[in-house]
């Protein structure tokens, strides 16, 4: 399915964030691990998370879903080795947290995905769930299908992450949990949460504890956590609430800065720190963003966002030195560099982004997607396509019209469709049908506020 972004001037509204996809995803795998009935309002109805579910339910059916509600209902049955395989569609999460759930429940399964996902490195979470005891095949270059056998989980194992990922880490800590064994694992790179915060949440005995390298306990002490389960049995909750998602609000925020005119409010957007670095980088670069109705939910930091147009500046990452260790930062915006770049684009001055390995496996090489849109939109850049960029805006001029290929992947095609507005002729967005896996009512929201997306 292809999109064409028109040029539109006015961003104007209200409206409730769509659920977040991470959280999303991990409530289904600890509600369904729980195993008592439980409610989930909020819930992302989108492709992902319902990979997520089928999956689960192909293991033990007990996950009902009714729109943005879910019902999990304690299970009769125990876990059985299902008889197809598994599919989890583009979901490198759904998978990744999968592979850790089924391995340490002890059950066989073979996971597969579309063409995307099974070009996506596995390796990353099968070693270390092999160290952990776990049995799997790949295949020779690492990739999935991904078969699972029975294997037996150690206790208290040990784990330093060569990568900064949360998938990763959610992976190796879901197989610990299901094993009900206990693990330790060291992140210098801090990356997002949501798990743990969950387990914390359902009173599970886990412990985040910063690691520094001297005294001073300054910010170019600060190492990375050490983040240390022991198993103790979870307490059933029988609601959780999930908050809205960051990455999604990014592409609204965006739209609201680099629009002529119009305020833009978004409600209920989760603000947990490891995600929501993409604010202070915005308002360093001149954003009309602000916070208010700040309250937890869930375990998790929601506010509402409110947006205005800006003139923006360009930024490079070395500025947020004072506040955060630059080399913490991409972990927290991975997600949203792709819609950082759009705004980026429409400021004054270059953008400077390295670091960027990990955008380059994500559901695409969202790095070379990123620069191809640039060639056909006609924004200067230098990049090596592998790991940073730097790009010089456009001085808040409007942009040539263009053809770009999304590569299949969501966020590539929401960015660019959200540079349409700025554009003189529309953008054409080929590919769009992915948006579906994480936002699903994308162009009839943007429409409702101003913007001017056809098929
Ligand atoms: C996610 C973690 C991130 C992110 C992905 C969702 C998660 O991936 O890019 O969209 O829910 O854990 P990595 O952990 O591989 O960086």
Redesign the pocket.
Request: cysteine-free.
């Given at each position: 399915m292809n999109l064409k972004s028109f040029n539109s001037e006015l961003i104007k509204g209200s409206i409730v964030c769509p659920g977040d996809?991470?959280i999303s995803?991990?409530i289904l795998i600890l509600g369904w691990l729980l195993n008592k009935n439980i409610t989930i309002s909020g819930f992302l109805n989108a492709e992902d998370p319902l990979s997520t579910a089928n999956a689960l339910n192909q293991i033990s059916d007990s996950i009902e879903i009714n729109g943005n509600e879910v019902i999990i209902k304690e299970r009769t049955a125990e876990p059985k080795n299902p008889k197809n395989p598994i599919d989890l569609g583009n979901s490198?999460?759904g998978m990744?947290?999968m592979f850790g759930l089924i391995s340490g429940l002890g059950i066989e399964a073979t996971l597969i995905g579309d063409d995307s996902l099974s070009k996506r490195p596995m390796r990353r979470v099968a070693d270390p769930l092999k160290e952990m005891g776990a049995l799997n095949k790949l295949k020779i270059d690492g990739t999935p299908p991904i078969e699972i056998f029975k294997g037996k989980i150690i206790d208290d194992f040990v784990y330093e992450m060569p990568v900064?990922?949360?998938?990763?880490?959610?992976s190796i800590i879901l197989a610990a949990i299901a094993a009900k064994k206990g693990i330790t694992i060291i992140e210098e790179s801090p990356?997002?949460n949501?798990t743990e915060r969950m387990i914390e949440y359902f009173k599970g005995n886990i412990e985040i504890l910063p690691i520094w390298c001297d005294e001073s306990k300054s910010l170019n002490s600060f190492i990375g956590n050490k983040i240390v389960y022991k198993p103790r049995e979870l307490i059933s909750i029988e609601h959780y609430d999930v908050v809205g998602d960051f990455?999604s609000a990014s592409f609204l925020i965006v739209a609201g800065l680099i629009s002529k005119s119009g305020k833009l409010i978004i409600k209920n957007v989760g603000l947990n720190p490891s995600r929501s670095l993409l604010i202070k980088i915005l308002k360093s670069m001149g954003g009309n963003v602000s916070i208010s109705n700040k309250r937890m939910v869930s375990n998790e930091e929601v506010g509402d966002i409110t947006v205005s147009p800006s003139k923006l500046k360009g930024f490079n990452v070395s500025h947020l030195l004072g506040e955060v260790r630059a080399d913490h930062v991409i972990?927290n915006i991975?997600?949203e560099i792709p819609i950082l770049c759009i705004a980026a684009a429409f400021a004054e001055g270059s953008t400077i982004l390295g670091d960027l390995e990990?955008l380059t496996i994500?559901e695409s090489n969202r790095l070379a997607a990123i620069c191809d849109g640039f060639d056909a939109i006609g924004i200067k850049y230098f990049s090596d396509r592998k790991s940073s960029i730097k790009l010089y805006g456009n001085h808040n001029e409007d942009i040539n019209g263009a053809e770009i290929d999304s590569h299949g992947d969501h966020r590539i095609a929401m960015s660019f469709l959200i540079a349409g507005m700025r554009s003189k002729n529309g953008i054409t967005v080929k590919n769009c049908k992915n948006i579906e896996t994480s936002f699903p009512n994308f162009k009839d929201i943007m429409n409702s506020l101003g913007m001017n997306i056809n098929e």
């Open positions: 996809k991470s995803q991990r490198g999460t990744r947290l900064a990922s949360a998938q990763v880490k959610s990356t997002r949501h990455s972990p991975i997600d990990e994500k």
